[in-house]
């Protein structure tokens, strides 16, 4: 589900900074807010992540899955990939099942994650 395609490192670089963008978005008090900005935030870490890899993730059904996992492997973080499928069926209940509900302790929690996840992305990426 991957193409390889050459990234540059500007493109690189405003994933991640789309990504560090959502997470100060996240920054909320309301936990839908910073539970659906924290979810964004680790689907672009992920895409920053496959980009300095040369690879291109292509919009097809489940793709959002196959890019998580790529990402967790690549960061070789087998965590990454258990709570991104948590979190994307957290969503996915919420957007197709008529909604769900996210507890101030769930969002605290998930947006603690990502916010470690982009520090380690960060080395990842610049420090490669």
């Known amino acids: ?8 490192d500007k493109q690189i670089s405003d994933y991640f900074q ?20 924290s979810f964004n935030c680790l689907l672009k870490i992920a895409q920053a992540v496959c980009a300095c890899n040369n690879l291109r993730v292509k919009s097809r059904p489940g793709h959002h899955v196959v890019l998580l996992d790529k990402c967790a492997d690549l960061l070789n973080s087998p965590d990454l990939a258990v709570v991104a499928q948590a979190m994307r069926d957290k969503r996915n209940h919420d957007l197709y099942d008529g909604g769900t509900i ?5 969002a605290n929690t998930y947006y603690t ?8 992305a960060d080395s990842y990426i610049f420090k490669k």
């Open 1 to 8: 589900m991957f193409v390889k395609f050459n990234f540059s």
């Open 102 to 106: 996210i507890t101030e302790k769930e």
């Open 113 to 120: 994650f990502v916010k470690n996840y982009l520090k380690t």
């Open 18 to 37: 789309a990504a560090k963008n959502d997470i100060r978005l996240a920054n909320s008090k309301e936990p839908e807010i910073k539970f659906l900005f």
